[in-house]
C-alpha cells in the first residue's frame, strides 16, 4: 500500500501544474506566462537536447570545423595517408615480382622450369591464353631456333645480302643507342635504350615463331618476314603476341625490359638476321 501511495504521489506530482510568469519589473504588469508541468519541461528539455546533439553531429561531419577536434585529421593528412596507401601497395607488388624472380632463379639453378611468368601485368590475361616455351638449357634454344624453326641456309661469311636495300623498315624503338653493331665482338645486334614501358614494334610485315623465356636473355620474341628475314627483340618485359600471330609493319609486340642475366638495364637487343647472316640494323632502320 505504502508503494502504491508513493508512485501514485509521484504521478499526482509530475501533473501538478505551474505558472511561470515574466513581470515588468517597473509596473509589476504580467508580460508573459506559461502554464507548465513537470512531464511537459521534461519533454521540452529532452527534445531540446535531442536537437542540440543532432545539431552537433551534422556540423562536425559536414563542416571543416571537425578538423578542430583534436585526433581528427586534415585534409592534406588524409591526402597523405591515401597517397602512403597506394605507395605501399605498389611496394607489396614490386616486392612479389621481386620474389617470383628470385624464385625463378632458384629453379633453374636447380635445373627444373619455371612455372609462370616473373612480369605482373596491370592488364588481367588469363593464363591459359600465352603460350610460353621453355628451355633448359641455352644451346638447346639456339640449335631449335637456329637450325628448325628459321629454317635459313649456312652460307658463307663473305656473302653478301640482296634486295634488302629497297625495303622499308619500321623503328621497333625510338630511342638512344647505346651499344652498336660490332660482329668482331659477337655483338650481332645493336642496344636501344628508350622511355620506360616503351612498345616494340614489329619492323615489317611477319610471323611470331618464337616467343618465350630465357635465362641470359629473358622474355624474347623472334618474327619471321618475307625475303628470308628474320627479326629479334630481346631483354622485354612483357610478351604481347605468341607463336604463329601474324603481325603488321609497326604492331605493338613486347614491353621494353629488363630481363635476363645478360643485361645491364631496360633496353631493347635488336637483332636482324638474312638467309643466316647477322645484318647491321643502323644499315636499314632509323633509330
Same mark, same amino acid.
Given at each position: 500500500m505504502v508503494k502504491k501511495k508513493k508512485k501514485k504521489n509521484l504521478i499526482e506530482k509530475l501533473k501538478n501544474r505551474y505558472r511561470l510568469i515574466i513581470y515588468n519589473d517597473s509596473t509589476y504588469q504580467t508580460v508573459w506566462s506559461m502554464q507548465l508541468t513537470r512531464i511537459k519541461v521534461f519533454t521540452l528539455a529532452g527534445f531540446g537536447s535531442l536537437i542540440l546533439i543532432l545539431l552537433t553531429v551534422v556540423i562536425i561531419a559536414y563542416t571543416p570545423i571537425r578538423e578542430f577536434i583534436p585526433g581528427y585529421p586534415s585534409a592534406e593528412v588524409r591526402q597523405m595517408i591515401v597517397h602512403n596507401a597506394t605507395l605501399v601497395d605498389s611496394l607489396e607488388e614490386q616486392l612479389q615480382i621481386r620474389d617470383n624472380y628470385f624464385e625463378k632463379i632458384r629453379l633453374l639453378i636447380e635445373g627444373e622450369v619455371p612455372h609462370d611468368p616473373d612480369y605482373i601485368a596491370?592488364?588481367?590475361?588469363?593464363?591459359?591464353?600465352? *603460350?610460353?616455351?621453355?628451355?633448359?638449357?641455352?644451346?638447346?634454344? /639456339?640449335? /631449335?631456333?637456329?637450325? =628448325?624453326?628459321?629454317?635459313?641456309?649456312?652460307?658463307? *661469311?663473305?656473302? /653478301?645480302?640482296?634486295?634488302?636495300?629497297?625495303?622499308?623498315?619500321?623503328?621497333?624503338?625510338?630511342?638512344?643507342?647505346?651499344?652498336?653493331?660490332?660482329?668482331? #665482338?659477337?655483338?650481332?645486334?645493336?642496344?636501344?635504350?628508350?622511355?620506360?614501358?616503351?612498345?616494340?614494334?614489329?619492323?615489317?610485315?611477319?610471323?611470331?615463331?618464337?616467343?618465350?623465356?630465357?635465362?641470359?636473355?629473358?622474355?624474347?620474341?623472334?618474327?619471321?618476314?618475307?625475303?628470308?628475314?628474320?627479326?629479334?627483340?630481346?631483354?622485354?618485359?612483357?610478351?604481347?603476341?605468341?607463336? #604463329?600471330?601474324?603481325?603488321?609493319?609497326? *604492331?605493338?609486340?613486347?614491353?621494353?625490359? #629488363?630481363?635476363? =642475366?645478360?643485361?645491364?638495364?631496360?633496353?631493347?637487343?635488336? =637483332?636482324?638476321?638474312?638467309?643466316?647472316?647477322?645484318?647491321?640494323?643502323?644499315?636499314?632502320?632509323?633509330?
Open positions: 596491370d592488364t588481367t590475361i588469363p593464363s591459359n591464353q600465352i *603460350e610460353i616455351n621453355h628451355y633448359n638449357h641455352d644451346s638447346i634454344f /639456339k640449335q /631449335k631456333i637456329l637450325e =628448325e624453326q628459321l629454317s635459313l641456309s649456312i652460307q658463307q *661469311e663473305n656473302s /653478301k645480302p640482296t634486295n634488302i636495300a629497297s625495303l622499308h623498315f619500321f623503328s621497333p624503338l625510338k630511342g638512344v643507342i647505346t651499344n652498336r653493331f660490332d660482329q668482331q #665482338n659477337d655483338h650481332v645486334a645493336i642496344d636501344v635504350v628508350g622511355l620506360p614501358n616503351s612498345r616494340i614494334s614489329s619492323v615489317m610485315d611477319g610471323t611470331v615463331i618464337f616467343a618465350g623465356w630465357t635465362v641470359d636473355t629473358g622474355y624474347i620474341i623472334y618474327l619471321q618476314h618475307e625475303h628470308d628475314l628474320v627479326s629479334v627483340y630481346k631483354h622485354n618485359a612483357e610478351l604481347l603476341k605468341k607463336v #604463329n600471330d601474324k603481325v603488321k609493319a609497326g *604492331e605493338a609486340i613486347a614491353i621494353m625490359g #629488363n630481363t635476363g =642475366e645478360l643485361t645491364t638495364g631496360p633496353h631493347l637487343h635488336f =637483332e636482324l638476321w638474312h638467309q643466316g647472316i647477322a645484318l647491321d640494323p643502323e644499315k636499314y632502320i632509323d633509330f
